[in-house]
Antibody, heavy 120, light 110 residues
């Protein structure tokens, strides 16, 4: 069974860079069937799609976050990562990693999520 | 600000039916498959419906999906207290070259 686990600091200072990693088990991150994605949810609010990456390195990002977001893949560790620069309090959220089918918008496996707070 | 609009909340008594609408445009729902997600309090979202009307294994047939034009609908029949959750639609937006989620709908069982 495919499983995902987010990891990273739970507290980031304003203006710094948020960095999270998602470790994949039960499947190869080099699979041609999936994109690997990040989604976030501010407290009490709805889901916001951040972006996705294919094992080849091809990425798609939310236009509203594109200037600050980088998603990368480490095939040797079967992990993918999120970096969000110049964070503010508005970036406080639960961050989820998920698998996204290559052929369709279909997020079938999710991590449990990790809360990242932005505060000095 | 999401490009997919859902009603903030719907409610019904146990055993009844609710429908949740998801309104978009030709650049998203009109030309791409829609999926639906259920988010129980304090948990990660869970896939309910994909490719407009397909259910993953393990999802009861009380949950159904449909699409017409630039709108999609999630139906829940035989409502149970365990169905109280937030529900989100989503799809690919061709103009944005990005996936998009709906605004979310809270289902309350009266």
């Amino acid at each position: 069974q495919l499983q995902l686990q987010e990891s990273g600091p739970g507290l980031v200072k304003p203006s710094e860079t948020l960095s999270l990693t998602c470790t994949v088990s039960g499947a190869s991150i080099s699979s041609s069937s999936y994109y690997w994605g990040w989604i976030r949810q501010p407290p009490g609010m709805g889901l916001e799609w951040i972006g996705i990456i294919y094992y080849s390195g091809r990425t798609y990002y939310n236009p509203s976050l594109k200037s600050r977001v980088t998603i990368s893949v480490d095939t040797s560790k079967n992990q993918f990562s999120l970096k969000l620069s110049s964070v503010t309090a508005a970036d406080t959220a639960v961050y989820y990693c998920a698998t996204r089918k290559y052929s369709s918008f279909l997020l079938d496996f999710w991590g449990q999520g990790t809360l990242v707070s932005v505060s000095s | 600000q999401s490009v997919l609009t859902q009603p903030p909340s719907v409610s019904a008594a146990p055993g009844q039916k609710v429908t949740i609408s998801c309104s978009g445009s030709s650049s998203n729902i009109g030309n791409n498959y829609v999926s639906w997600y259920q988010q129980l309090p304090g948990t990660a979202p869970k896939l309910l419906i994909y490719d407009n009307n397909k259910r993953p294994s393990g999802i009861p047939d009380r949950f159904s999906g449909s699409k017409s034009g630039t709108s999609a609908t999630l139906g829940i029949t035989g409502l149970q207290t365990g169905d109280e959750a937030d529900y989100y639609c989503g799809t690919w937006d061709t103009s944005l070259s990005a996936d998009v989620f709906g605004t979310g709908t809270k289902v309350t069982v009266l």
